[in-house]
């Protein structure tokens, strides 16, 4: 039987949902050629809420260091994307799996028994493995928007696809994770 912590995944939850809401505020600003500061809020004070329920609401350098790597990651390829520019987007990509996956072993390692705890991890790396392919989706629609945008037709992909679910999906999963108790 799984035992939840219900606070811990309501925080979770509600910071997952201000990242999603983040990215779609984001994404919808760039199908439009503008840009809106309120989805870089949203996006940080989600990852915010999230990093509280990742940590159990302590200081826990390990978890809390990968929660940044991850945000840092998400940044610099979005960067690449909105800047166009190769070098970032792929330097991105690269941090980009290498944090959520390393974000899905802080999860689900077990410290006090020295291995990752399975319980934990089936949802960490399922949920991560979500989110990444949701990326790969949402950035290529994204590269397809960008390129409307560029010669002046309106965007008809963007973020309106199969990733965002995906997306959301793998951070109910993520936080399903982070909430189950030792």
């Keep these: 039987m799984i035992c939840i912590d219900e606070y811990r995944y309501l925080v ?4 997952a949902t201000l990242v999603v809401s983040g990215v779609i ?3 919808h600003a760039l199908d439009h050629n503008t ?3 309120a989805g870089s809020l949203l996006f940080i004070l989600g990852w915010m809420l999230v990093a509280l329920s990742i940590t159990n609401f302590t200081v826990d350098w390990k978890k809390l260091g990968a929660t940044i790597f991850v945000v840092i990651a998400a940044i610099t390829a979005q ?3 909105t800047n166009n520019n190769i070098n970032f987007i792929i330097l991105g990509g690269i941090l980009f799996v ?5 974000l899905a072993f802080v999860i689900s390692y077990d410290e006090t028994n020295k291995k990752i705890d399975w319980q934990k991890g089936k949802f960490a790396f399922i949920g991560a493995t979500l989110i990444l392919i949701s990326m790969m989706i949402l950035m ?5 928007s960008i390129y409307y945008i560029l010669r002046g037709v309106k965007g008809t992909r963007g973020l309106y696809s199969f990733g965002l679910p995906l997306f959301t999906l793998g951070w109910i999963l ?3 994770a982070t909430s189950i108790q030792d």
């Design 98 to 102: 290498i944090s959520w996956y390393l």
């Design 35 to 37: 840009t809106n500061p």
């Design 12 to 15: 979770g939850t509600i910071g």
């Design 174 to 176: 993520i936080m399903l």
């Design 79 to 81: 960067y690449g994307l």
């Design 140 to 144: 290529n629609d994204r590269k397809h």
């Design 25 to 27: 505020v984001t994404d």
